[in-house]
């Protein structure tokens, strides 16, 4: 029996052991990981006043501390994120960060939970309420002001010339390289001047510059003969016998001497002979089986000379006819050349379009190069400069390609207790883009005039109120519609309900009727209905990123708790 007892004893000792202990490591865990503490300066303030919202982590200097970032204090907004204040105490750190809020609404909101991440933990701040005081104007002391009429205001140029001088900086590089490399005059060469100079210019001008060189001074008779022959034979080349320079020398003085014999070249046997001996004098040189003195080079040198003067006065005049031949064969040249510099310019710049045309569809899609040049009406809404506003009371602030303008409905006397409503438009529905906004305001008809109590405006049903809205749409000619519906939440947390889906709905002037799309959103509040509709065409790219811009920007009064 004592055994037993001890054995007891033992096992609620134990007990108590583990107990103390994992309360101690999960009183160590917590210390580990942090502590974190959430307040603010003010629970009421006056709209659009700031309240600074502070978290306080204590942790190890091991932990990485994530703080909340963006907007997550929905539905108050965040206008300010300061900098964290780190305070180290032993081996702890104390961070401290703040935020700045606001709300330009008055109601009592309720800031959501944060999330708080230290270390691989996550810890989560407690929700805080926040007063929004309207502030209070005394009319008695305050002047009353009609409202001021609509101000006309000069639509800015946009960035339309940047991309215009980048066009005509493209253009001039293009225009300025073509005509550097292609239509420019180029200044000609030496060599290219002497080629274009009359065949007997140009012998004198050889003969010139043969005299210049050092062959003589340095006995290389060899190449001094070479190039003297080669100039009496390029100078009959070109004026008596084509392929004077292809002959022997025995074969070209029985070309002369036939040409002679035929009057068609008036040269003396001598000068006939004084050619003969030269080539063959300058054929020994060649072969080595002769050495001139550098006098008598001197004196072939001249003998050339001379006897380039007597073929050229050996040589006929050319009639009229051979003129106009030889001028209208320099003008075919002249014309040739001209056309291939235009067929170059143009194959050049057709070449850099079609590069261009390639680089940017491959870079932005052959579409939108295309839709680019030719134009198209949705890609200019969806790239002009977008204006956001808002319209109506209570205020539906949404962005649109265009301004809306207010739709002035007539309210005859009798109308007077029915729902005041406000529209604004951009377009019809015939349009290629058509935006509508309505407000309606319900007015409660059963009040009690001994009481400041009234009753509660019927709640509203969305659904229903959507399908009379597609009721009135196909009412204006809508066919083939195809309806479906979701909820709805704008990025400020007001829900609602969208009716979206496709249609076609008449062209204007024309009976056909084209495809489009609808997007159909209704929101309510107390006494107050609010309509958004949106059609676009079907199939195209532009008008649906128009619409989901349009759908994203849509904030409303959220409810308040």
Request: overall charge positive; glycine content about 6%.
């Given at each position: 029996?004592?055994?037993?007892?001890?054995?007891?004893?033992?096992?609620?000792?134990?007990?108590?052991?583990?107990?103390?202990?994992?309360?101690?490591?999960?009183?160590?865990?917590?210390?580990?990981?942090?502590?974190?503490?959430?307040?603010?300066?003010?629970?009421?303030i006056k709209i659009g006043a700031q309240v600074t919202y502070k978290i306080e982590v204590d942790t190890d200097t091991t932990s990485l501390v994530i703080f909340p970032e963006g907007q997550t204090f929905s539905p108050m907004e965040m206008i300010e994120s300061y900098t964290i204040d780190t305070t180290k105490k032993n081996d702890r750190y104390n961070l401290?960060?703040?935020?700045?809020?606001?709300?330009?609404?008055?109601?009592?909101?309720?800031?959501?939970?944060?999330?708080?991440?230290?270390?691989?933990?996550?810890?989560?701040t407690d929700s805080l309420r926040v007063e929004i005081r309207q502030v209070v104007v005394d009319t008695t002391k305050q002047g009353l002001y009609d409202i001021k009429p609509i101000i006309k205001v000069d639509k800015s140029i946009g960035n339309w010339w940047k991309y215009l001088f980048l066009i005509?900086?493209?253009?001039?590089?293009?225009?300025?390289?073509?005509?550097?490399f292609i239509l420019r005059v180029k200044p000609l060469t030496k060599e290219e001047e002497i080629a274009l100079l009359p065949p007997y210019d140009r012998a004198k001008l050889a003969l010139k510059q043969l005299d210049e060189s050092n062959y003589l001074q340095n006995q290389n008779l060899k190449g001094y003969y070479s190039d003297l022959t080669f100039i009496i034979r390029k100078y009959l080349d070109e004026k008596v016998y084509d392929r004077a320079l292809e002959s022997t020398t025995d074969e070209l003085?029985?070309?002369?001497?036939?040409?002679?014999?035929?009057?068609?070249?008036?040269?003396?046997?001598?000068d006939i002979r004084n050619i003969e001996t030269i080539l063959?004098?300058?054929?020994?040189?060649?072969?080595?089986?002769?050495?001139?003195?550098?006098?008598?080079?001197?004196?072939?040198?001249?003998?050339?000379?001379?006897?380039?003067?007597?073929?050229?006065?050996?040589?006929?005049?050319?009639?009229?006819?051979?003129?106009?031949l030889d001028k209208q064969y320099k003008e075919e040249?002249?014309?040739?050349?001209?056309?291939?510099?235009?067929?170059?310019?143009?194959?050049?710049?057709?070449?850099?379009?079609?590069?261009?045309?390639?680089?940017?569809?491959?870079?932005?899609?052959?579409?939108?190069?295309?839709?680019?040049?030719?134009?198209?009406?949705?890609k200019e809404l969806l790239e002009g400069e977008w204006v956001t506003s808002d319209y109506g009371f209570p205020p539906i602030i949404i962005s649109t390609p265009k301004v809306l303008k207010r739709i002035e409905i007539p309210i005859a006397q009798e109308q007077e207790n029915e729902p005041k409503s406000s529209s604004f438009s951009y377009g019809t529905m015939l349009d290629v883009f058509n935006i509508t906004l309505n407000t309606i305001q319900f007015q409660n008809q059963n009040q009690n005039p001994d009481s400041q109590q009234q009753e509660k405006a019927p709640e509203i049903d969305l659904a229903e109120l959507s399908e009379k809205g597609i009721q009135g749409i196909e009412a204006k000619g809508a066919k083939n519609i195809v309806a479906l519906k979701e909820k709805f939440q704008t990025p400020n947390g007001a829900e609602g309900l969208k009716s979206y889906g496709t249609m076609n709905i008449p062209s204007i002037g024309s009976d056909k009727l084209r495809s489009a799309k609808f997007n159909f959103l209704l929101f309510t509040a107390e006494n107050v209905l609010q309509q958004i509709i949106v059609i676009s065409p079907q199939d195209d790219e532009y008008a649906d990123e128009i619409v989901e811009r349009i759908l994203n920007s849509i904030e409303l009064n959220p409810k308040t708790e």
């Open positions: 029996m004592m055994n037993y007892k001890l054995q007891i004893a033992n096992v609620y000792k134990k007990q108590n052991t583990t107990i103390v202990l994992s309360f101690f490591f999960a009183l160590f865990s917590l210390l580990s990981f942090g502590q974190v503490k959430v307040n603010i300066d003010s629970t009421s401290i960060k703040k935020y700045g809020l606001t709300q330009f609404d008055s109601g009592a909101y309720t800031i959501p939970k944060q999330k708080v991440l230290i270390g691989a933990k996550e810890f989560y005509l900086l493209a253009i001039a590089l293009v225009a300025f390289l073509l005509w550097w003085v029985s070309r002369l001497n036939l040409l002679k014999d035929g009057n068609q070249i008036e040269l003396s046997k001598d063959k004098r300058a054929d020994l040189v060649k072969f080595a089986k002769g050495t001139p003195d550098v006098a008598l080079a001197e004196i072939d040198r001249n003998t050339v000379d001379l006897e380039i003067d007597h073929v050229k006065e050996a040589l006929p005049e050319p009639t009229e006819e051979e003129k106009l040249q002249e014309r040739r050349k001209k056309t291939i510099k235009v067929i170059l310019t143009i194959g050049i710049v057709a070449f850099l379009l079609v590069g261009t045309l390639a680089g940017f569809g491959y870079k932005y899609g052959f579409s939108y190069v295309k839709d680019t040049i030719l134009g198209h009406e949705s």
